[in-house]
Every structure is written in C-alpha cells, then in structure tokens.
Nanobody
Framework: QVQLVESGGGLVQAGGSLRLSCAAS????????MGWFRQAPGKEREFVAR????????VYADSVKGRFTISRDNPNNTVYLQMNSLKPEDTAVYYC????????????????WGQGTQVTVSS
C-alpha cells in the first residue's frame, strides 16, 4: 500500500501562485511514477501532469503547459506541483496519484490516490 497526503491548496487571485505537495509513505517511493489530476464540480477527473521514477521526464496537459511544474524529491518521498499564473478555470480539487513503475495520463491506470486538496482561483 502507498499512502498519499496532499497539502498546499487554498484560495488565490488570478495570476497568483500555489505550490502543492504530496507526501508518500508505505512503499518505496522511487518505484512509483507520480501524477497530478484535478476534478472540478460536475466534471470528470482530468490529467494535469506526471513525472517518471527518477524525475527526469515530465508530461503536462496542454492547458497547464508553461505555467505548472511537477517535480519530485525521492529521498523525502514527496512530489510537488508548482502552479503559476493561475486562472479561474484552474479551480478544482487536485489529487496526486501513484502508479507502479510506469506513468500514464489516464487516471484509471493509477493504483493509489490522495484525498485531494482544494484550489480556488478568484477572478
């Protein structure tokens, strides 16, 4: 089992920044590709960003490319999502997820999920 706990969400004005963190425990963190997803009310969960085991390869959704940065700190079992130039349409609950060995942009492929953290961007 992998336990994931997100933090860092909150209310921010458009154009502002937030940094989300996801602390992992339970299994060897470096064996898991990590992803960030988000879900707005009434919408399906959508891919935001993912990172490979070593942190050397990242993939972003077109909607966040150039504004968000995913990174990981394997010794400290943490993955981050730095969000800059936030827009009202970024408002959602943000989830981190872990998938054994290889990453995916499909949320159905991930085995472990955090409880989510709310991000609200006001206009």
């Amino acid at each position: 089992q992998v336990q994931l706990v997100e933090s860092g969400g909150g209310l921010v004005q458009a154009g502002g920044s937030l940094r989300l963190s996801c602390a992992a425990s339970g299994r060897t963190f470096s064996n898991y590709a990590m992803g960030w997803f988000r879900q707005a009310p009434g919408k399906e969960r959508e891919f935001v960003a993912r990172i490979n085991l070593s942190g050397t390869s990242t993939v972003y959704a077109d909607s966040v490319k150039g504004r968000f940065t995913i990174s990981r700190d394997n010794p400290n079992n943490t993955v981050y999502l730095q969000m800059n130039s936030l827009k009202p349409e970024d408002t959602a609950v943000y989830y981190c997820a872990a998938r054994f060995r290889s990453g995916s942009s499909n949320y159905r492929d991930y085995q472990y999920w955090g409880q989510g953290t709310q991000v609200t961007v006001s206009s």
